[in-house]
């Protein structure tokens, strides 16, 4: 079986890459296998400076990495390289950081003297999704080989070009040969690299269904699991909101990386007092997005990843409308090459729609009208999912108080959501449990390991 890269904007086969074989899959586990104790053992200073190099390389080669998304995925080459600089920000991150937040740290009360070190454990296996196929890798690379770990990567089967292009950031970095490695295999030999010995923890973005499964795989042979799921945020508008600045962010979220993005804003919740002035700005806001060529550094939009992604969302986009829902622009595939979807936005859409309640993978915006304060909590949270979320008012105390109502892994005020180095990610519900960046993150694959003296 070949493992394809295929233009999404053109709908060419760009490069095809043999399927490792069963046999070549467990030789490089083995050989990740060996690497990792003399790794485990090198002291902080060490770690740092590879992930240093890192950062640098990446800085570098930002133009070519991003034009490799381009061409594998369709993303724009401008979001492309921001990117990639994010993937150099949390090298830095977790280079100037891990040794503190992995520092022993002492504890009162437990013998005469105690404290909690935290040691690494072996090999984790990311499982990760081609939408933004830098940053997912690194945001789990950085901290994960900064705590002595060994890492093996099963990239979305769409991007093999992006996963061996970081499996090179690595070895040009000086990390040893073989601590991180790009396995170019299916789904279906995910759970013999399970099986694998080495293998301790396994850490997957991607879609629900795939999280169940891996999740399940991974519990069965009792090895622990992080999984960053879908969602379905909400983007509340109070009455009191500045407008201006919410229809802008909100266009961002919703159609950056042509909507593939799991934490962008999918149903927008209006109060009534702003909901015919906000849907208006939103809609010439949407309008006027560039729509075309992934290599063009004026395009806001590029085409979505595949043709079945496409098909999927325009039968939801379908079922929007067959329950009452008005499409105000966009809503209907293209007759042009490319898997192009224009910016979307359905209003008057009955909330108790199952098509309210899942996931719109591509730039579809569907908009709510509510009355209240807590009309709208409530909608927030007739979901599943439970990503993120946030809300626009100049009222901040308010506004604090409903993020505390909002069922979600994060929730961000007068602000664009977003995966920050600083701050724990992840997801409640069908959205995923674990955490990922900060000190949360570094943490989600040691041995939590108390010591205690008398």
């Known amino acids: 079986m070949s493992i394809q890269s295929l233009n999404p904007a053109t709908e060419e086969i760009i490069a095809s890459f043999e399927e490792f074989s069963a046999d070549k899959t467990q030789a490089v586990l083995d050989a990740t296998a060996k690497a990792w104790p003399m790794w485990s053992i090198k002291n902080f200073s060490e770690r740092k400076a590879c992930l240093k190099k890192a950062a640098e390389i990446l800085r570098k080669r930002a133009p070519e990495l991003a034009e490799i998304m381009a061409l594998e995925m369709g993303k724009p080459v401008r979001q492309g390289e921001g990117e990639v600089l994010k993937c150099a920000v949390v090298c830095d991150y977790y280079a100037d950081e891990g040794e503190s937040m992995l520092a022993p740290e002492p504890v009162e009360g437990a013998g005469r003297k105690a404290f909690i070190t935290f040691e690494p454990l072996g090999t984790v296996l990311t499982v990760m999704p081609w939408n933004f196929p830098f940053w997912q890798v690194f945001r789990i690379a950085a901290p994960s080989l900064m705590a002595g770990n060994s890492m093996v990567l099963k990239h979305a089967s769409n991007v093999p070009q992006c996963a061996m292009a970081i499996e090179q950031v690595f070895k040009d970095a000086g990390f040893p040969e073989d601590l991180f490695r790009t396995l170019l295999i299916g789904a279906r030999q995910v759970e013999s690299v399970l099986d694998h010995d080495s293998i301790f923890a396994v850490s997957l973005t991607g879609s629900e269904p795939a999280g169940r499964k891996v999740a399940s795989a991974a519990g069965a042979r009792l090895k622990k699991s992080v999984m960053e799921l879908g969602g379905s945020d909400p983007f509340i508008v109070l009455s009191d909101a500045d407008l201006d600045e919410a229809v802008k962010i909100a266009t961002l979220s919703r159609c950056g990386n042509t909507g593939q993005t799991c934490i962008a804003a999918k149903r927008f919740i209006v109060q009534d007092e702003v909901y015919d002035n906000f849907v208006a700005k939103l809609s010439e806001s949407m309008s ?53 979807y224009p910016p979307t936005i359905i209003t008057d859409i009955p909330t108790h729609a199952d098509v309210c309640k899942e996931e719109l993978f591509g730039p579809v915006a569907l908009v709510f009208r509510v009355s209240s304060v807590d009309e709208a909590i409530s909608l927030a949270n007739d979901t599943p999912f439970g990503l993120g979320g946030s809300i626009w008012s100049k009222d901040e105390d308010t506004a604090v108080e409903i993020a505390a109502k909002v069922k979600t892994g994060c929730m961000f005020i007068n602000s664009l959501v977003r995966s920050d180095v ?7 519900g069908n959205s995923g449990y674990g955490r990922e960046l900060g000190k949360h993150g570094i943490r989600a694959f040691v041995n939590v390991k108390p010591i205690c003296i008398g």
């Open 288 to 340: 006027k997005l560039i729509v075309g060529d992934p290599l063009d550094q004026k395009t806001d939009m590029g085409p979505m990843s595949s043709g079945p992604l496409r098909q999927e969302l325009q039968e939801q986009v379908n079922r929007c409308v067959d329950a009452g829902g008005k499409i105000l622009i966009g809503g209907s595939i293209p007759d042009s090459v490319g898997y192009y």
């Open 422 to 428: 600083h701050l724990p990610f992840g997801g409640i």
